[in-house]
């Protein structure tokens, strides 16, 4: 078993460097050099260049929170899944969740079977008192094949360009890269590839990013929200002593509670109460930005709404801004998500390439991911803001 | 901030259509008789039915994970409730004194769609078609074990 399981994966390894994949090698890519100076001067100089630039069909990178996911989502069409070891090398570390090597092997053998690729979440930040599990998770990804790490760590990043060179590197959102110069300076020192943009950017924003960079460019198109500055948020330390960039969890399921009462549900984050949710209101997941709070004699979300994040009504803008990668949020979400999620996306994306003048959002889709989406609502997000 | 939302209307859980066709009278009154049952029964059932589809599957540190600790589920529309603690022979009635560490609510609809695979625990609990009291994390452990080993319950004809 082993060895088929071995050989298979050399030889479906190869694919992702043929050079009509997004993962063929750029010459860009890992050299030092600066930029031309036409790239960092003026927005209208670049214009002209990005015309010339082709859109070209944005991978569709799923979430897989175990084993079963995985295989869902590469059924239901995903051209990359995205997944994490089962420790706090990753933002969604809960308690079940997550692989082990031997499901990591198994899971890279069933995606490059079917000719999607696997990309490795190690995107917390490594604890200073002790990087092994860090830099063990990079050798890790390394040994079972992997075609990405997703990485946030500058120290993560150095590893693994010393260790393992030929192992590609996506920023994470995890890093909060949200400028030119941000990007470009992990890439002329760490030599990443893609970089997953934040979600606090207008499209404008996101199309000037995609012009501009010299790397690939990944944005969320649905699930669950974070406003916050990314992989820097220690809101949730404030009650929990814990925060999503070193203990991989926003809100750590051992101190979540939830109370059934006669008048809703109260939410209880460490024992401080963040929310109260009354019979008929929808609810969402327990971190201290979506509750609800008194802030000057008025009661109300001070942060941010329970909701979920689609950007399916500008997947036409997405692609032809050059928009290369489009993750959906959700590791910790079951495989049935997971599975109705995908195929979703993956006709609204087969659509909208194929006839983008025709495309049109239809209620079907919307139906399905309302479904899902958190506090039963979803949003354009900062991708629209209106009055601006 | 103020950001364009579209949201959906309010939905209904979806109850068995027997129990729905009942009147809302006969419900409640049936619902009550349900809750005053012993609870012995119904957990036996579920220990032995827990025993054939989920124990052959439970991985080994999922299982360590359970042992010992009291779950209680709660059929919420039909006032059926049933606990269980998992040992190292297999599922078996817990006590029905003291707190549960775990304790599940949710209406029938809701346990079947969980086990059969077609549904998505977090979407429930957005939904208002589920809660979950006590110890999360332990809850956590249970949900994903669930959703890493497919659906328990299939339809005659239907591949697992």
Partial sequence: MQGILTAHHDAINSTPNSANSPYAPDSRIRNNAAPPAWLITMDAAVTTNATTRPAVKPELVCPAGSLRALQMAVDAGADAVYLGLKDATNARNFAGLNFDDTQVRAGVAYAHARGARVLMALNTFADARDTRPWFGAVDTAATMGADALIVADTAVMAYCRDHHPKLRLHLSVQASATSYEAIEFYRRHYGIQRAVLPRVLTLSQVAHLARLSMVDIEVFGFGSLCVMVEGRCALSSYVTGQSPNNAGVCSPPSAVRWQHTPSGVDARLNGVLIDHYGPDEPRGYPTLCKGRFDVAGERGYAIEEPTSLNTLAILPELISIGVKAIKIEGRQRSPSYVEQVTKVWRTAIDSACAAPQRYSVQPAWSATLTRFAEGQQHTLGAYDRPWR | ?160
């Fill in chain 2, 1 to 160: 901030m103020t950001i364009p939302r579209e949201t959906m209307p309010p939905k209904r859980h979806e109850l068995p259509p027997l129990f729905e066709s009942l009147g809302t009278h006969l419900r409640d009154g049936l619902r009550q008789v349900v809750a005053r049952l012993p609870i012995e029964p119904p957990s036996f059932v579920l220990a032995r039915v827990l025993d054939r589809v989920l124990l052959p599957r439970l991985a080994h540190d999922t299982r360590q994970a359970l042992q010992g600790r009291t779950v209680e589920l709660v059929i919420s529309d039909l006032g059926i409730r049933v606990r269980l603690q998992l040992d190292y022979a297999g599922f078996r009635v817990a006590s029905s004194r003291g707190e549960a560490e775990l304790r599940i609510l949710a209406p029938a609809n809701s346990y079947i769609r969980l086990m059969r695979g077609e549904d998505d625990a977090d979407r429930l609990f957005f939904e208002r078609a589920l809660v979950m009291e006590g110890d999360t994390e332990l809850g956590l452990i249970l949900k994903n074990a669930l959703d890493a080993i497919g659906p328990l319950l299939t339809w005659p004809g239907r591949p697992a």
